[in-house]
């Protein structure tokens, strides 16, 4: 038989074929001599690189079908599988054996081979296309040879690194390695050295791992196309661009932000009307006039989906030309703006709202530390004066925000769970020195307050009319995550019940509470995990948590780029009168759902380096205190081991189960320890003194040994009754 692409396709559609190799398939079509063998070869290689059919990790060629899906493969940290996230968001889980080579990152075409839980499951049957180039980690030595260890545990193989690529590279520096060789059957991964950015153990490697371990640009580096057209902005407006705008530059306006914030996008002003309403303005800074789509600035600013907050450096979105001048609202600077202007009634609630392009001139730049210290009546005598042209609005904003907020609570949002924000104090060297708990003060729930009302107003004129748009969506949590969430309060020995479809208001009472409950902080950390996570989207399914309807981002266009795109469908919305949306308008609205999945993928990415380099140095902080102890709280229970946070600190470690002083069983139903001779139980909740014995900045792990537990009155239970007589079996380890 002539073999041809047309008897290949014929014979690859046929029912009875059955996924071969290349021999298989000669014995099949009858390729049984050199010439035709290789004509087969030849054919094969053709089909597979127009992708009609792949060939999988077994040298077998598959012809893709509805059973074969492609996606992301993102593995776990435990190496328990992976999962294959579907351009589309939907996952499938795949089996350790069942990932071929594949490695955190590739895309892969995956077989569906069953279910798992409520997903689908599956194997990995081709790496099509391999994302990451590069590796930060660990360069170790073994002889002659050298491998370096990935700092990402969800790479899973270690890199061979050949002695003519080391590079100068030492034991223990940490390294950048470029990926020469992919894993392949009975071989590790390779890998030169690109980069050696110092000993692995010294504090100043940490922020530049974090960066190249996530793929993030260097803090100030852009591309020389962007920075060239950033320095053609002016720093001044001329008078041109004021034409046509709402003009604010002679009302009190003024911005409230951290002492450390150096990107001003939102500032408020507010005043009491003759008839006893409020008239709120919430003035943005207006990005969108100067980042025109399609640009090398706009390009850019979309790669990058976000600015990413590394403790005290900032990756901008855009470049310093803009998010640090011409687009801040600098107090005695004139500012464009898109500014929402809302009446609301004496009760706080929505009027009516417009949206304006101003300009502004803030009378003051304020810090949350002056304001708070202002509305408690503890500021200074120069405070006092920095903020006497304001102090008016300040009053009013507190009382007007409070109302907002009573609005919001009654509805069911949930509301009162802490940030758990940290402030690390470094040394002159970059050491750490201590680690301070953050706590939040009126005027940030404020500002908060303000700020939500406006993505939500902003996010209800689109809704309401049914125009293309961005949402910031929160889905309902799913049945198994409340009922952990159940299991952990009833283990503290609270009995709550949670209906099958949980409503917000439900996790709110929860919060409230506990809110004088010792472990409230991990009840919430222990609630918000439950909760699925806040995404961007083209369809509207309201917010969750917030109880909201609608909601959106259009507050911080300078540091999101979602923002930035719902000012430009602003003034989309503005300039388009009643008609229909025009050609560019619709084309537009079909970039939509690209853009909200990417900006929801740079968020993730943003939100896991800013963890990892604050995790970084919380273990930096313990591995500089080892053989200290510390006082901490029993936050978790499992059969390995006990998870101990430091509460002073908001530090977390595990006591490992072959470190306690008998033989523990885990009552998994109970959510306690018992031990079976000495009859001790650990539960959730108890106070703990424990050591500090390991600190690994690669893994983030750090193990405590207790040193003193309280010791608590002893009820026997049904199953101590039963395992008294009992002998133990075996150590757990």
Not at 32 to 50: A, I, N, P, Q, R
Not at 414 to 430: C, L
Not at 457 to 473: M, S, W
Not at 684 to 704: C, H, N, S, W
């Amino acid at each position: 038989m002539k073999l041809t692409l047309k008897s290949l396709r014929t014979h690859f559609n046929s029912p009875e074929y059955t996924p071969g190799t290349l021999k298989s398939l000669a014995l099949q079509l009858g390729a049984s001599d050199k010439t035709s063998k290789s004509e087969l070869k030849t054919l094969l290689e053709e089909m597979t690189g127009t992708g009609e059919i792949v060939r999988d990790s077994r040298g077998r060629y598959i012809v893709p079908g509805s059973n074969n899906l492609t996606g992301i493969i993102e593995f776990t940290r435990r190496g328990l599988g992976a999962f294959v996230i579907e351009p589309g968001g939907e996952e499938i889980f795949i089996p350790p054996e069942e990932a071929g080579f594949a490695i955190h990152g590739d895309t892969v075409m995956v077989e569906v081979t069953g279910d798992y839980k409520d997903i689908h499951r599956g194997r990995v049957i081709k790496v099509l296309k391999r994302n990451k180039t590069r590796v930060v980690g660990t360069f170790k030595t073994r002889g002659i040879f050298a491998f370096v260890v990935p700092d990402d545990v969800k790479l899973k193989n270690d890199f061979y690194i050949p002695p003519e690529e080391f590079n100068g590279a030492k034991l223990d520096d940490k390294v950048i390695i470029k990926i020469t060789k992919y894993p392949t059957p009975g071989r590790n991964p390779e890998g030169s050295v690109e980069r050696v950015l110092g000993d692995s153990s010294a504090p100043e490697v940490d922020l530049m791992t974090v960066i190249y371990r996530h793929d993030l640009p260097e803090p100030d580096e852009f591309p020389q196309e962007v920075s060239a057209q950033a320095k053609k902005i002016s720093s001044t407006i001329p008078e041109r661009d004021l034409k046509g705008r709402k003009d604010f530059r002679s009302e009190i306006v003024y911005t409230i932000d951290g002492e450390d914030a150096k990107d001003f996008d939102d500032a408020i002003s507010l005043v009491r009307l003759e008839n006893g309403n409020y008239l709120l303005g919430v003035h943005i800074a207006d990005v969108s006039h100067y980042v025109f789509e399609g640009s090398a600035i706009d390009r850019e600013a979309f790669s990058r989906g976000t600015s990413v907050y590394l403790l005290d450096t900032v990756i901008p979105m855009l470049p310093f030309e803009l998010s640090n001048n011409i687009c801040s609202l600098k107090p005695d600077e004139d500012r464009l703006t898109l500014s929402l202007i809302m009446e609301l009634d004496p009760r706080g609630k929505l009027l009516s709202s417009k949206v304006e392009r101003g300009v502004i001139r803030s009378k003051r730049r304020l810090t949350y530390t002056e304001v708070n210290e202002f509305l408690e009546g503890t500021a200074s005598r120069e405070t006092l004066e920095k903020l006497e042209p304001v102090s008016g609005s300040l009053l009013l904003s507190h009382e007007l925000a409070g109302k907002i907020r009573e609005n919001r609570k009654k509805r069911g949002s949930v509301m009162d769970i802490s940030s758990r924000e940290v402030k690390i104090v470094f040394s002159d060297t970059g050491r750490v020195l201590d680690i301070m708990p953050q706590s939040r003060g009126v005027s940030e729930w404020i500002i908060e307050e303000f700020m939500i009302l406006a993505n939500e107003t902003v996010a209800e004129l689109f809704n309401d009319r049914g125009l293309p748009f961005v949402y910031r969506i929160h889905e309902e949590p799913d049945a198994e995550s409340m009922m952990q969430l159940k299991n952990y309060l009833e283990a503290l020995g609270m009995n709550v019940k949670l209906p099958r479809n949980v409503q917000p208001k439900a996790l709110q009472q929860i919060l409230e509470k506990t809110k004088d409950h010792p472990l409230h902080a991990s009840i919430e950390r222990v609630l918000v995990r439950g909760m699925k996570r806040a995404v961007y989207s083209e369809n509207n399914i309201g917010h969750f948590g917030l109880a909201s309807q609608a909601y959106t981002h259009f507050t911080s266009p300078i540091r999101r780029y979602p923002d930035l795109v719902v000012h430009r469908l602003l003034k989309v919305f503005s300039s388009r009168g009643n008609g229909e949306l025009t050609d560019e308008q619709r084309e537009y609205e079909e970039n939509l759902p690209s853009i909200a999945s990417w900006a929801s993928k740079r968020e993730r990415v943003a939100n896991e380096a800013e963890w990892d380099l604050l995790d970084m140095k919380k273990v930096e902080y313990i591995s500089n205190h080892i053989g200290e102890v510390f006082q901490g709280v029993i936050t978790g229970l499992t059969k390995f081991g006990i998870f101990v946070e430091i509460t002073e600190k908001m530090i977390s470690g595990l006591v490992h189960i072959s470190t306690l002083d008998d033989y523990y069983d885990f009552i998994e139903n109970q959510n306690i320890l018992v031990g079976r001779k000495n009859k001790r139980i650990f539960r959730i909740g108890d106070d703990l003194k424990v050591q500090a014995v390991r600190a690994d900045k690669t893994t983030m792990e750090i193990d405590f040994n207790i040193v003193e537990k309280e010791k608590k009155p002893v009820k026997k239970t049904s199953h101590e009754q039963k395992t008294r007589s009992k002998k133990p079996k075996k150590r757990h380890k």
